[in-house]
């Protein structure tokens, strides 16, 4: 395009070689008409605006300008050198072709050691979840054993720019996958493959403060731990029915142990009833030989004072008293028979008219 528009019009109009109509009586050429004002000046500007034009166009293709989000920080790094202080969220600014910036996740990331696929759930270094085979490793015996164990950790933040220095990007597969392997193999290889289940709590154990201490260990202490979870011990086929076997046996033992206790229990019982009542029976008799020893020790003692009592002269009373008993039965019953004692005595027998024996006994 020419950058004057006049010089534009000024040409074409000096260019028009028409000739002029016949019904125009001035004759000549015609004059061409001029540029509006507005044109005149745009065409001084258009170097300007194309100068603008291309700043915006390098703006947009080079994107000098980086936004980072919670839960990363940016790595910028000059000529391929890092800087050494992380880039924390928010916007910022580089120059492009010199400077890049590099965005990495701090958020905590998993990977899981598993023999079976997880189909549920997005896999992959975006999600910030990795599956990955099972841990082998061999016991104390020789025995293979598969674990399969699920790792948490995240990448420290502030030491973010030496990490990626030192490691790469593929930091996880040159910090975490190996020390994870290497711990768990070094803790199952001190147990016996039947030991693994019983004791797995002190094995998960083990194996959380084996994997800290060597993350740790690593210069700058790049990453951070957060969970190591021991999800399963997959234990070779004859183990399995060995430790079935051994926990059927333990069961049937445990069964006829408590059968043992409750027998004894039921015979303790019994035992217990039976004395209950032995001691009520031995409670009831001595009370009654008690009662009747009270009983009798009341009528000896009641004996002994009548006994004190009776003198030779109220026997004679006692006698006399009888007798005039008699004397008066006697009145009524004139045909009465008399029989005394010998010696006098009570008590008397007497026989009526009729023959009839009557005894009669008159106590002191």
Do not use: C
């Not at 300008?65 to 880039?87: C, H, M, R, W, Y």
């Not at 990495?104 to 997005?122: C, E, F, G, L, M």
């Not at 009465?336 to 009526?352: E, K, R, Y």
């Amino acid at each position: 395009m020419p950058a004057d528009l006049n010089d534009y019009f000024k040409k074409r109009g000096g260019g028009d070689k028409r000739p002029p109509s016949g019904n125009n009586s001035g004759g000549g050429g015609r004059k061409p008409p001029e540029a509006p004002e507005f044109l005149k000046d745009f065409g001084k500007k258009t170097g300007w605006l194309y100068a603008l034009m291309a700043l915006i166009a390098l703006f947009v293709i080079a994107k000098p300008f980086t936004i980072i989000n919670s839960g990363e920080v940016g790595i910028k790094s000059t000529a391929g050198k890092f800087q050494a202080d992380p880039l924390t969220p928010g916007f910022h600014v580089f120059l492009p072709f010199l400077q890049q910036v590099r965005v990495v996740d701090t958020k905590v990331r998993s990977i899981n050691y598993t023999s079976k696929p997880h189909d549920n759930i997005a896999i992959g270094r975006e999600t910030g979840v990795m599956n990955t085979s099972s841990i082998t490793a061999l016991d104390k015996r020789g025995l293979l054993i598969s674990i399969d164990i699920t790792v948490q950790y995240r990448l420290k933040p502030t030491t973010a720019p030496q990490t990626i220095a030192t490691y790469g990007y593929a930091w996880e597969e040159k910090i975490i996958n190996p020390i994870v392997r290497d711990v768990v193999r070094a803790v199952v290889g001190s147990y016996k493959a039947e030991e693994l289940p019983v004791k797995r709590n002190e094995i998960a154990t083990q194996i959380r403060a084996g994997i800290e201490e060597q993350v740790s260990a690593k210069a700058g202490s790049p990453v951070e731990l957060t969970t190591v979870n021991l999800r399963e011990i997959i234990l070779p086929a004859k183990i399995v029915e060995q430790i079935e076997r051994v926990q059927i046996a333990k069961q049937e033992g445990d069964r006829v142990r408590l059968e043992v206790i409750r027998a004894e229990q039921e015979a303790e019982k019994v035992a217990a009833l039976a004395k209950g009542q032995a001691d009520a029976r031995i409670i009831q008799a001595k009370g009654q030989a008690d009662s009747i020893k009270i009983e009798a020790d009341a009528k000896a003692y009641e004996n002994i004072k009548i006994g004190k009592s009776l003198t030779p002269e109220m026997l004679r009373l006692k006698q006399i008293e009888v007798q005039g008993k008699f004397n008066d039965a006697l009145k009524s019953n004139t045909n009465a028979q008399i029989f005394l004692t010998p010696g006098g005595s009570t008590p008397n027998i007497w026989v009526d008219s009729k023959g009839k024996q009557k005894k009669t006994s008159t106590q002191n």
